[in-house]
Antibody
């Protein structure tokens, strides 16, 4: 059974940093397209970033230059390093992945709240 | 950026009735379109990819159609567990989601 488990969310002040993790089981992070998708409270889904199986990365314009996606194959874990956080980054962050552009597997999400 | 527009925002349906949800892309996305279901407090679940291919384990009452800029998700006979929010997503050029259609009890 595939499981993706996010962690690392919490309360952070504007301008601060946070690193999210997504630990995978039954599924190899480095062999798949792995994404971060976020959902602000009461709002819809927003794609944030992707890391391809080949290592290439892309970011939404809203986070480019502030967020960095990475993975650790030895730990089978996906990361999202977030810096210069803003109030509008407040959301539940999901990791999601699959073998192509659609997302077969999703984690349960981790809440990031940016507030003073 | 490709903008995805879903309609209607809310659809009121009685159990057993059918429902048709629409999704329009601001530019052509070929068949690179997926549909997701999100129940309250849960992560999204993949229903359809490639505009019309049901994901593993998805009941046959869910069907997708369309190409280019116009897409439809049809639920043939709503069950209680189908009342949820549905999102379309294009993956032809980066990834963008529609704003969602909420299917609620009539």
């Amino acid at each position: 059974e595939v499981q993706l488990v996010e962690s690392g969310g919490g309360l952070v002040q504007p301008g601060g940093s946070l690193r999210l993790s997504c630990a995978a089981s039954g599924f190899t992070v480095s062999n798949n397209y792995m994404n971060w998708v976020r959902q602000a409270p009461g709002k819809g889904l927003e794609w944030v970033s992707i890391i391809y199986s080949g290592g290439g990365t892309y970011y939404a314009d809203s986070v480019k230059g502030r967020f960095t996606i990475s993975r650790d194959s030895s730990k089978n874990t996906l990361y999202l390093q977030m810096s210069i956080l803003r109030a509008e980054d407040t959301a539940v962050y999901y990791c999601a992945g699959g073998v192509s552009g659609w997302y077969v597997y999703w984690g349960q999400g981790t809440l990031v709240t940016v507030s003073s | 950026e490709i903008v995805m527009t879903q309609s209607p925002a809310t659809l009121s349906v009685s159990p057993g009735e059918g429902a048709t949800l629409s999704c329009r892309a601001s530019q052509g996305v070929s068949s690179n379109l997926a549909w997701y279901q999100q129940r309250p407090g849960q992560a999204p679940r993949l229903l359809i990819f490639g505009a019309s291919t049901r994901a593993t384990g998805i009941p046959a009452r869910f069907s997708g159609s369309g190409f280019g800029t116009e897409f439809t998700l049809t639920i043939s006979s709503l069950q209680s567990e189908d009342f949820a929010v549905y999102y379309c997503q294009q993956y032809n050029s980066l990834w963008t989601f529609g704003q969602g259609t909420k299917v609620e009890f009539k």
